[in-house]
């Protein structure tokens, strides 16, 4: 009498690297993620590796493994939060729209970018501390942000053709007054707050504020 043999088993050393690819990466997330924490509070200089280790829950011996050094951490989280703000620039979708009406979105959407994360200030503002440094070093973030000039100039390009924006405006400048408008205000909204004795991030004040921004934009773009 035949009896079915029983099913063998996936052969435990597969079993074993893959479980163990899952938690090399889970921890490298977790170390990622307690040391943006970190450094979004108080700095390159301020942070302390042993309190990345304690919030991550792993040892200083593995944060070495996977890292390096402080200083490798940190360019790692930079590159983390340069490549956030990329992905959520880049989900933005205006290529079936008119240029005023993409100009307008891209504005709104720059906007919430940094309301929605206000921590990347406290990393930003030590980064520029050191003069750009970890930026300089790092080929990931400045291939990531090739293609940003690229977009401006094809939106503005076709505002101008259709008449809509003047010309001469540069896509630089542009750019980086976009983000300014919204940044300076919400990473100096403690000390403008106490000036002014005013909440400028309830909902009511920050739509307000984004109609300001993008009212400003697009009389400063029309054309004539």
Known sequence: ???????????????RRGSGRR???DTRERILAAAFRE????GLDGARVDEIARRAGVNKG???HYFGNKERLFQAALERLY?????????LNVRDLKPEQAMRKLVAHTAEIWMEHPDFFGVLNSENLRRA???????????????VLEQMEQLLAAGSRDG?????IDALDLYISISALAAHYISNHYTLEALFHT?????????QRCEHMTDMVMRYLKAG
Do not use: C
């Not at 490549?83 to 880049?90: D, M």
């Not at 809509?164 to 001469?168: L, N, P």
């Not at 991030?201 to 920050?206: G, Q």
């Open 164 to 168: 809509m924006f003047r010309k001469g």
């Open 1 to 15: 009498m035949k009896t079915d043999k029983p099913k063998a088993a996936p052969p435990r050393r597969a079993r």
């Open 199 to 207: 909440k400028l991030l309830t909902r009511k004040r920050w739509e």
């Open 83 to 91: 490549a956030t703000i990329r992905a959520k620039q880049g989900g």
């Open 23 to 25: 938690n090399a990466s």
């Open 62 to 64: 593995m944060l070495y």
């Open 133 to 147: 440094q970890h930026v300089k070093r790092s080929k990931r973030i400045i291939q990531m942000y090739e293609p």
């Open 39 to 42: 450094f979004a509070d108080k």
